[in-house]
């Protein structure tokens, strides 16, 4: 089936950091990939929606400039959390959509970023 | 409109038991309805999904009820077993137009099963 890649799995760093997370789908070619956050014991939140070659659409809410999205190509994502501050801390997600099948998100198994 | 609303927020059940979890939607215009397993420290993967179009889907110990004209759906998990111990989702999907494959998520459920 399909798989999605994300990495790294966990990060820790200083506060200031800029960090760089990648999500890859590795058996398809995903014209659409989606961002989340999870805070502990709650649900997914949409951050924002990445197309292949174009802007990403951003949730009401989710500041551009901090959360950064790059999907140069059909198989990669890029998430950057530019200057991070301890309260960026949280559990991201990604997630792609596989054109060949009725699911419409494939996810990832995320990746815990805590800023000290 | 884009809400959807589950219950309970944690259900404890006994190895054996049955697991029972619910959602309600508002918007119409949803014509997926996925249910997702989460475990600690992973992303959510799919178990079941249904549309509107059947009123009952059965994978297994899993099955999916769907009431339309409430707008609501349920999981009920058969035989429930300390392996299951997880947090699920519903979700609610739009399989067209420009929001094609963006998901709307229940709040969660953490299901506990007791040896």
């Known amino acids: 089936g399909a798989v999605v890649s994300q990495h790294p799995s966990r990060v820790i760093c200083k506060s200031g950091t800029s960090v760089k997370i990648e999500c890859r789908s590795l058996?398809?070619?995903?014209?659409?990939m989606f961002w989340y956050r999870q805070f502990p014991k709650q649900s997914l939140m949409l951050m924002a929606t990445?197309?292949?070659?174009?802007?990403?659409?951003?949730e009401q809410g989710v500041e551009k400039d901090k959360f950064l999205i790059n999907h140069a190509s059909l198989t990669l994502s890029t998430l950057t959390v530019t200057s991070a501050h301890p309260e960026d801390s949280s559990f991201y997600i990604c997630?792609?959509?596989?054109?060949?099948?009725?699911?419409?998100?494939?996810f990832g198994d995320g990746t815990r970023l805590s800023i000290l | 409109q884009q809400q959807v609303k589950q219950s309970p927020q944690s259900l404890i059940v006994q190895k054996g038991g049955i697991s029972i979890i619910n959602c309600a939607y508002e918007n119409t215009a949803f014509d997926y309805f996925p249910w997702y397993q989460q475990f600690p420290g992973k992303g959510p993967a799919l178990l079941i999904a249904?549309?509107?179009?059947?009123s009952e889907k059965k994978e297994g110990r899993f099955t999916i009820s769907f009431n339309k004209s409430a707008k609501q759906f349920s999981l009920h998990i058969m035989d429930s077993q300390p392996g299951d111990s997880a947090t699920y989702f519903c979700?609610?999907?739009?399989?067209?137009?420009?929001?094609?494959?963006?998901?709307?998520f229940g709040q969660g459920t953490i299901l506990t099963v007791h040896p």
């Open positions: 249904i549309r509107p179009d059947v």
């Open positions: 979700a609610a999907s739009k399989t067209g137009g420009t929001s094609y494959g963006k998901l709307t």
């Open positions: 997630s792609a959509r596989d054109p060949r099948d009725s699911q419409p998100q494939h």
């Open positions: 990445s197309n292949e070659g174009s802007k990403a659409t951003y």
């Open positions: 058996d398809f070619q995903a014209t659409t």
